[in-house]
């Protein structure tokens, strides 16, 4: 009897159906290979299952942003390297891995960021600080510091060994590293250390699977490319890059006019207010229907609301009540089992889709709702008290609980934003669960777990999965921990300030009780001048974050993104995840409560200090201390920063008013993207690009190409140099 | 499009393939149910797997067994009232579950007793103590108070979700719990409450699965057939029953001869000595030979023990050391992945059972060793960092790492099992890993874990499924603590202490580094007389015990068990965890570490203090304490308890002089079990029935049967009434 292994493709290559197999190959040798787009590979094992990322696509390749990826270079590996094997349980896939090699990726678990040596799963929960990599949005693609990337399309819940298993081979293991018998603890575990190193795989239930492979050189090419395979980045509306506050969830329609009016009237700066489930009849789970008990009106009080330039944003999750009017419609269109007693819809069933969509945009989007929060779209961990439904649930579509628990965020996403784009608008959104291939969805991932320095670590994964996460802000510790947290939400993707537990804004009172007994801070006058900074602050880097977020659109580069992808050979980079980088130039070093001073590593090259302007050596840490507010932000040498003034909202006919700070003899162009901010329309060309340079001889200069002739969006007041 | 439902059988019966179609049916009707033995029903659902606990059977059924259990009942319901459906991770079962049912089993997970309203995984690992039902010892079998069992023979990590989910149905589910929305956290979860109940089981991989009915009419009855189904329970040998001393990893020849020697001087009452990892040349992995610095003449060292009356056992795991002679031979007949570099032999394989016996035989049985303690053949928990073999692991007979995990300390224990009994000797032993129909196994589980609470449940739970545990002795932080933990220890499956970490016995010295320093207790004497006489306590156990496991063997009455299998009616048993029953008419409730007293549920009828004979009423509570040298027993009315005069050791010409407590005015009459201790030769005839009675007339009377002529065991010198 022979020992089983995990056989190599060029051995169990007649067994296998390769649908491509004939497909061209440029630098990946073997029939089984074909490249699906400039620097894109499929290799296709076995026979993969139906319900996958890729089926359920969010968007088209992005063949035109993929052409702007101008750097090429071959995988490391070719895929007759690439061991498979089927069995009861689903498939196992073994690839190659170098013992330097870093692997990044997986989705946003918010507890580990370099993911070398451990088993990881891809298993939506709602504990995103699972060592297991629960999250919220797990995602099966990774990154190495070899300059590739992998994508398994699979919607199973795979395993992924990262390095940490060694498979039985021909000639004897090496037992060097424990000559003696153990008789202690200490002794025991000492033979864990392994030689050398694999990945392994485990795709539960699939018999086969398709594998993509993303060219570098490095990991910011393989991540661009995976994006715009997703479709690209999402562009959202201008007023998304504003800020976002959610009242408490008992608000009536009163109460939020009431507290949006004290906003203008202390100009606090927001863009979009958010209603918690009260606004509905029944919650948990929906009836999607307003509650007329608070909101006697609702045409009205959006009207209201508009009117005071709040876009307005509504809670809701999937599951649906029996008292909702689509109840006994999508009833037939839902899975078996019962969440909360409500129905889980299948939105693999284009029906179902359309039942729930139309009541969405009759009760929220007709109405004048710009925006949605979709709540517990994901799965409880693998838990002996569960609140969703079962791994073991069918859908109509023939998915099961499984595949529908790493696709729901997806498609929910999908069905909901389907609704304003059938009206030219876009959106901005925030979501519980995602997935692969989200870049293109404009929706940005919360947690209940708040735990600051997570969310930190969060922001700068964020980047490598084509996802987005916002560092909400809810109550705080202290007024150092109000203040070190908003300073984070105003360089994250979504400058959510999260309510729905509170009657007062936290710079109002920072105890949650207190709040609700409407005790204000002393010092509430002084402490919301300084969020009020902050903000202000935020709006002025709308014009900078647009522009980052059209890179996403086009070119697939994230706009948050942890240092090691943009210097994947430094070494100090490779557990670095206390900072991040933001856009083409900003690096962000968020301090926390209790500290009052940090390291920040900064790379090879110039940095100059944001408040400052002080000028550093890369290539080293640095102790850094700043006031509590005041966060800790570098910009690159040689760049060209477009700092706007402060808006409270932005309009229709916002025109901001832009400072270019200027950094270094040589700064680099900086394109400011240009649109109606709004709709769809850049996509059929009106757009502008607005490229701006400076060199010491003819000082700022700016030049714009393009088809938009709307509402002028940018106007530059000055060249500042640093 | 129709919702998917989980089809009831009678919908999808002609879609499924019943192999006993025709089968005889009593109580159960539809053509699927087969009786596969009295009071037992098998279902056959879909194809099933070819590698689960009936294939890899311990010991044929006890067909004459099941004809001792007297009492039969239909079971409360149909088989057409089991759901059942295939999809790609495998197939789903649905049976129905009452509301007022409580439900226990499901192995050894040490801290959950009652096991309602969660989902349990039967999942080994090395963790007893997880919430998600992880143990040493998972089983996917289970009993109700309705009085009926249910096992899936099923190898996978199945998923049993015990009354927690719903399912929907044709009528509109209730939503009163809940009228007005949820706006705090509170109301949110409110509509977690289900209001009807049924028990669905998730099987990964396979396309159909045996389920197997055992009939009560209660608990006792059910389990009964359950263990007579497996087998029949163990019947350890008679020096099996006395007390266990495990010595330091690191003990030479020397060490284990002169603390050996010491026990012998100070009448330390011992039956088995056990080696650690030191008496081999590698561990981890193993090697299986002897480490001949430690131990330069195994078989001078083996009789020398022996010649003190010491049964010697030795320690072991199932991973393969390169240097061990079998690896060669082994390898091919191994898993694909290595375990602490190891080869993991694939024991569903007879060509690796006897590579492997073969080895243990020369290296240990042959020499004179009569036991061993198989560790680590478990899993760790669902782990970023695993120790052990992934699922996805392939065996050579063709078994996945899945099904191995849960069937390899079975497999492990039957390839031990076979060298003793091969040649006409019993013997018993130490186990990290169990699983289904384990009951013939003379195998005991220990753990890690150490926490005395879930130690005393572990006993209580260890009766449901067919398993033993040990409440293993080894540090103490206390005087109190080390007599507490010996108490419980006297009134377990098997008093071991394992004082593998300690160079003294724990009498001597509780503290672990202390003890490795030498530092003994100023009051080791005091405190060595009273374990002592606690050891001495567990040796006039032995006759009562041996009695209590040849029940086990004939009759499947677990000799340890909760007391709501002998009272499933008595509400107040249902959650009972801290109390257990041993033998027909003990009720213990331990006493732990800063407890002066405790709460004991004594079920109804009389119940007598077994240290003061005082009598009390049944059916209520009551708080008791006890000095820190006893640990609350109570004998049930009418019962004839033999007590022995103690011994140090059980040789082969031992027999037990016994003293008949009469507890009550009409007892129940008492069978000893009379055969040469040691081999199979009862099964052969070679047995007596002591049958002890008493009136207050006639006073105490002792009749024998049976065809066993060799030494006398037993001898009855006294009958005390209490």
């Given at each position: ?5 995990i ?13 491509h ?7 990946l040798?073997?029939?089984?290979a074909e ?26 390749i992005?063949e ?5 990826v ?9 895929p007759?390297?690439?061991g ?40 939506p ?55 003696q ?10 033979q ?10 485990d795709?539960?239930a ?6 993509y ?15 715009l ?19 408490k ?18 100009h ?7 209603l918690e489930p ?17 909101f ?8 209201k ?14 599951f649906?009540?029996?008292?909702s ?17 409500g ?49 073991c ?19 929910y996403?999908?069905?909901i ?7 030219n608008?876009?959106?901005?959104n ?6 692969a ?6 929706f ?21 999965s ?15 921990d ?10 994250s ?17 920072i105890n ?7 005790e ?5 006058a ?23 977020f ?53 790379p ?13 050596a890369?290539?080293r ?37 832009i ?13 400011l ?43 530059v007041e ?5």
């Open positions: 009897m022979k020992t089983p292994r056989f190599t493709l060029a051995i169990l290559a007649t067994a296998m159906s390769f649908i197999a004939q497909a061209a190959s440029e630098n040798t073997g029939s089984n490249k699906v787009a400039p620097g894109i590979w499929r290799v296709r094992i076995g026979t993969p299952e139906k319900f996958t990322p890729t089926y359920f696509r969010s968007a088209p992005s035109n942003g993929l052409k702007t101008a750097n090429t270079a071959p995988l490391p590996f070719q007759d390297k690439i498979f094997q089927t069995n009861a349980r689903g498939c196992v896939l073994e690839l190659p891995l170098t013992s330097s090699e870093q692997v990044f990726g997986f989705g946003l678990n918010t507890k580990l960021f370099n993911m070398g040596d451990r088993r990881v799963w891809i298993r929960s709602d504990n995103p600080e699972s060592e297991a990599n629960d999250s919220h949005a797990p995602v099966p693609f990774y990154v190495t510091t070899a300059g590739y990337g992998v994508f398994v399309d699979s919607a199973r819940y795979v395993s992924f060994y990262v390095g940490n298993t060694a498979l039985v081979k021909d000639q004897v293991q090496s037992t060097e590293n424990n000559p018998v153990a008789t202690s603890t200490t002794d025991l575990y000492k864990r250390l392994l030689s050398d190193k694999i990945m392994v795989i795709v539960p699939a018999k086969g699977v398709d594998i492979f993303f060219e570098g050189p490095t990991m910011m090419e393989a991540v661009q490319r995976y994006n395979f997703s479709g690209g980045g999402c562009l959202p509306p201008l007023w998304g890059l504003g800020v976002w506050y959610r009242g969830g008992d608000f009536n329609a009163k109460d939020c006019l009431n507290l949006g009016n004290q906003f203008r009237e202390t606090i700066p927001c863009d979009v207010w958010g009260g606004w509905q009849t029944q919650a948990y789970p929906c009836s999607f229907l307003w509650n007329e008990g608070r006697p009106n609702p045409e009205q009080f959006i009207e609301m508009r009117g005071m330039n709040f876009h307005i944003n509504t809670w809701e999750h999937i649906v009540h029996s008292k009017p689509i109840y006994d419609a999508i009833k037939p269109l839902s899975g078996n089992f019962l969440v909360w007693n129905l889980v819809p299948d939105f693999g069933v284009q029906k179902a889709r359309q039942i729930f969509a139309e009541l969405q945009d009759r009760s929220l989007f007709s109405k004048g709702v710009d925006s949605v929060k979709l709540d517990e779209c994901d799965n409880q961990p693998a838990s002996p008290t569960p609140w969703s439904f079962p791994e649930s069918t859908f109509p579509s023939g998915m099961d609980g499984e595949q529908m628990h790493n696709l729901m965020g997806l498609l996403q999908q069905v934003n389907e609704i304003p784009t059938s009206k608008l876009r959106t901005y925030s979501v519980r669960a995602s997935f291939l989200a870049a293109p969805l404009p940005v991932i919360y947690s209940d777990s708040y735990n600051h320095r997570n969310y930190v670590r969060a922001i700068a994964k964020s980047g490598f084509g996802l987005l996460w916002t560092p909400e802000l809810r109550d705080a510790n202290s007024i150092e109000l203040f070190r947290r908003t300073e984070t939400l105003v360089f993707s979504q400058t959510l300030v999260n309510c729905w537990y509170m009657k007062n804004p936290p710079w109002m009172q949650k009780d207190k709040s609700n007994r409407d204000l801070m002393d010092n509430h002084e402490v919301t001048a300084g969020i009020r900074k902050l903000f202000e602050l935020r709006t002025s880097l709308i014009p900078y974050l647009y522009s980052a059209a890179q996403y659109h086009y070119n697939g580069i994230p706009p948050f993104r942890a240092v090691v992808m943009d210097y994947p050979q430094d070494t100090n980079t490779w557990k670095l995840d206390d900072e991040y980088l933001v856009g083409p130039s900003l690096l962000v070093a968020p301090l926390f409560e209790g500290e009052k001073k940090r390291i920040v590593y900064l090879t090259g110039d940095w100059y200090d944001f408040w400052t302007g002080e000028k550093f890369g290539g840490k640095l102790e850094i201390s700043k006031p509590v507010d005041q966060i800790p932000v570098f910009v690159k040498g040689n760049t060209l920063l477009p700092m706007a003034t402060p808006v409270e909202y932005v309009k229709p006919d916002t025109c901001f008013q400072c270019v700070r200027v950094y270094g003899s040589n700064p680099q162009p900086f394109v993207f240009e649109d109606d901010g709004t709709t769809w329309n850049f996509e059929k060309g009106a757009q502008n690009q607005i490229q701006l340079s400076w060199t010491t001889e003819k000082g700022g200069q700016t030049t714009q190409q393009g088809g938009y002739s709307g509402q002028g969006r940018f106007k000055e060249w500042k140099k640093q």
